[in-house]
């Protein structure tokens, strides 16, 4: 019936929300940082080179992006536990790492498979390297699907908590997802005023990466995994 900032002020100030915020934050970019880091030079070489078992390694990666990753949550659990990675970010920006990678593969793929090889070859006519033609041609060919698949990762990252709730226990290294789930974790302790406001402030990054990257949505989408 009236506007108040109560709300906000108690997400803020009650609850371990700041600390929800950088745990997602510093996951998220180390996230993106690593998936990005192996998946798109892995995508490069599938799409230009071809080798003995190319073939039946995509053909495995395709069954990998098939499988539900929550199905192996147990597996995952036994490997983690095993490395003494429970209650370490390290492992879940492993296990996030491992579940975006083959996307963030077969998007790219698709997108290095419409960039014409004779571009390369011109520029090793004129004298450039291999590693000048990566850098210096197809990854700025590429650097609009290269934003926007790492803005798909990031969107996966921020609002994953299933993996985020069970492999991180204490209320203080919970995500921003986690802790958001936590804040309505039972009908009698919710408070839906508290949780809106958590939720509002917590889409706020998304919805600001959005819209920095939005001139590039629409070519990044169109011309990536689509193809392959």
């Not at 990031?154 to 204490?170: D, K, P, Q, R, S």
């Amino acid at each position: 019936k009236t506007i108040t900032m109560d709300n906000y002020i108690t997400i803020l100030t009650e609850r371990p929300f700041g600390r929800w915020f950088v745990n997602s934050l510093l996951l998220s970019a180390l996230t993106v940082l690593l998936t990005m880091l192996v998946a798109v030079p892995a995508a490069y070489v599938f799409s230009r080179m071809r080798f003995a078992g190319r073939k039946r390694t995509l053909y495995i990666l395709l069954v990998l992006n098939a499988f539900p990753a929550i199905l192996s949550m147990f597996a995952i659990y036994r490997i983690i536990k095993t490395l003494n990675l429970l209650n370490s970010y390290m492992g879940l920006v492993f296990i996030y790492a491992g579940s975006m990678a083959i996307f963030v593969f077969w998007n790219m793929k698709g997108y290095f498979d419409t960039i014409p090889v004779e571009i390369e070859e011109a520029a090793m006519i004129d004298g450039a390297t291999q590693l000048e033609q990566v850098t210096k041609i197809v990854l700025p060919l590429a650097k609009p699907t290269i934003a926007v698949t790492a803005m798909m990762v990031l969107v996966y990252v921020w609002n994953e908590y299933i993996f985020a709730i069970n492999f991180m226990t204490g209320s203080d290294t919970y995500t921003l997802a986690a802790g958001l789930y936590s804040l309505q974790a039972t009908e009698m302790s919710g408070s839906w005023p508290i949780f809106s406001a958590a939720s509002l402030i917590g889409s706020l990054p998304i919805l600001i990466v959005f819209f920095a990257l939005q001139k590039n949505m629409t070519e990044g989408l169109t011309s990536g995994g689509v193809k392959g």
